[in-house]
């Protein structure tokens, strides 16, 4: 049986089935406009409140919230599992794990993070002013997430956004509704005050009502077309937008990597989640002369993995998350063998399991221009090329429309870095693959249509703050030269400031000066001439 996603004959309720059996995992409501509306109303009140917070508070609510996590380990990880069809282990590895570290790392460090910054503001520095950037929390901060990481992405979103002072209003993906209702369980369980953090379940139509709410901020996880969307609804109300879309990932293999690592890291990096990370390794280019000596690791790896319903501790391979992406896989497939590509192994349906699995397939005599090497998969495939030369391994990897990581591997870690800056990509591991997106440290988000904005690291928590710059003049008994009314001497002092203090140098502005009092002195006469006048 494969999920199907039902309404049960009415509009407002969305069952979530397991994708690996078919049962049903539970029921929630397809929430209407004006209740998602409703939220966005309580989310500004809860926000009022918590933008007052310090950030102790805030940092005791998110470290609450992880003890919650580890106190229901293995239920949350079978949860994710069954929602989504990953393996159990996975969901631990995968998901689990690198959320409870971004969570320790901002909840201790965002507030270092997010302290008034000193601003070296040049040469206005010697006409004593100084400034200052303060960070002041957006208000309601919508997380739109997809459904391959149910769980670790929109929580470590809300979390992040928690931590700088703002209210979170979660719309999870209607193929994993019960995971994004177990978020908002945890942090109430973990004391978050009334509406602080809440979910409006439902489809697109739901997600579209959210953005159409105008939160103050939108964080959406999904396709490059719902992105698109997102972004020219939300232009409506200048709602600002950090869009983390698709990828169609390169992995760069040189002859003189350390091959059998490499094998091992391309399985992974290929098949995890059933190929249905935004970083999966969607395309393999391979140095010719070891192409044939790698793919054969690579084959020799996959026959050793077991597929099968995801809480086997001992399953590598899970279900496709629906029955839509495991179309998507075969269409994909067949487009390859159509157009010349050679199977290795896998190819097709795994029959001899009843739910949505593919079998991870490894496809060879690929080239760039045929239609699946250039589309997202988003499933156990693994298409691999070949190159002669660095540059050529460059072009190919940079020919996509995506650029969310690439993944290069050599022994020569000057090449691998010098590859890397060159690749048009977020995120460039070199001899690593996939898993940057659990560094909550490092940035994370996409060149070219992979996406804009970035979460996680410093530049994603400036994502979720507005910066204040505050400007002081510490000695405020002249005018400014550059005041009204204008005169030929505030002319003329005006190119003394094109030509002499917009250099930067001290030693030029200071030529500056006898033209600066002159116009000073003529400011203050025309000052005092008007009051006279006026008397
Ligand atoms: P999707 O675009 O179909 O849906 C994503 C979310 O948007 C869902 O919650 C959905 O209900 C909602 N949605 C749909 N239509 C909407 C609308 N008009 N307005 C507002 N919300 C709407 O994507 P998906 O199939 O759930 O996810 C797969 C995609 O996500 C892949 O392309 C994958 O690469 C991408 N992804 C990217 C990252 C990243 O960090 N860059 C991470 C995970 C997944």
Redesign the pocket.
């Known amino acids: 049986m494969s999920r199907v996603l039902k309404f049960d004959g009415a509009p407002d309720e969305i069952i979530s089935f397991n994708p690996a059996t078919g049962e049903e995992v539970g029921r929630v409501p397809q929430t209407s406009e004006e209740d998602v509306r409703a939220a966005i109303e309580r989310s500004r009140a809860a926000f009022a409140q918590w933008k007052r917070t310090t950030f102790a508070e805030r940092c005791r609510l998110v470290m609450k919230a992880r003890d919650v996590i580890l106190s229901e380990l293995d239920d949350i990880a079978h949860l994710i599992s069954a929602e989504s069809g990953k393996p159990f282990g996975e969901a631990i590895a995968m998901e689990i794990a690198p959320v409870l570290d971004l969570m320790q790392y901002f909840a201790r460090n965002a507030h270092k993070m997010l302290r008034p910054r000193k601003v070296g503001i040049g040469l206005y520095a010697l006409l004593a002013r100084s400034s200052k950037v303060v960070y002041h929390p957006l208000g309601v901060v919508a997380v739109?997430?997809?459904?391959?990481?149910p769980f670790s992405?929109p929580l470590g979103e809300a979390a992040m956004a928690l931590l700088a002072g703002n209210s979170v209003v979660i719309?999870?993906?209607?193929?994993t509704p019960l995971t994004g209702l177990k978020i908002v369980e945890i942090f109430e369980r973990a004391g978050t005050p009334k509406d602080l953090v809440q979910v409006v379940t439902?489809?697109?139509?739901?997600?579209?009502a959210?953005?159409e709410a105008a939160p103050d901020k939108i964080m959406?996880?999904?396709?490059?077309?719902?992105?698109k969307?997102?972004a020219a609804?939300a232009a409506k109300d200048l709602t600002s937008v950090v869009l983390?879309?698709?990828?169609k990932d390169p992995m760069i293999v040189f002859k003189d990597a350390n091959l059998e690592l490499a094998a091992d890291a391309a399985v992974w990096g290929a098949f995890c989640n059933a190929g249905?990370?935004?970083?999966s390794v969607e395309r393999l280019y391979v140095e010719e002369t070891v192409a044939e000596k790698f793919t054969s690791m690579l084959v020799g790896r996959v026959k050793q993995l077991k597929q099968g319903v995801g809480s086997g501790e001992d399953i590598s391979i899970g279900a496709m998350s629906s029955e839509k992406?495991l179309q998507i896989v075969e269409q994909h497939v067949e487009q390859f063998r159509s157009e010349g590509a050679t199977i290795a192994i896998g190819g097709k349906q795994n029959k001899s399991l009843s739910g949505s699995f593919y079998e991870p397939t490894i496809i060879t005599n690929v080239r760039n221009d045929m239609r699946a090497m250039q589309e997202?998969t988003?499933g156990p495939t693994l298409p691999i090329g070949t190159f002669k030369t660095e540059h050529e391994a460059i072009e190919l990897a940079n020919d996509s429309e995506f650029g969310?990581t690439a993944s290069v591997w050599t022994r020569d870690l000057n090449k691998g870095k010098r590859v890397a800056k060159q690749i048009e990509a977020g995120s460039v591991t070199v001899n690593e693959v996939l898993y940057t997106?659990g560094i909550g440290q490092s940035p994370?988000?996409?060149f070219k249509n992979?996406?804009r904005g970035r979460?996680h690291g410093f530049e994603g928590l400036m994502e979720l703050v507005q910066p204040q710059h505050i400007h002081v003049n510490h000695l405020a008994i002249l005018p400014n030269a550059w005041w009204l009314p204008y005169t030929s001497t505030a002319v003329e002092t005006f190119r003394g400031f094109a030509k002499y203090f917009a250099s930067g140098s001290v030693l030029k502005t200071s030529l500056l000066l006898p033209q600066l009092f002159r116009r000073i002195r003529e400011l203050q006469k025309i000052r005092k001439d008007s009051l006279r006048n006026k008397n």
């Open positions: 739109i997430p997809a459904w391959n990481y992405i719309k999870p993906s209607e193929l439902g489809d697109g139509r739901t997600g579209a959210l953005v959406f996880t999904g396709s490059v077309a719902t992105g969307k997102i609804s983390e879309l698709g990828g249905q990370s935004c970083s992406q997202e988003f969310l997106h994370w988000g996409g992979s996406g979460t």
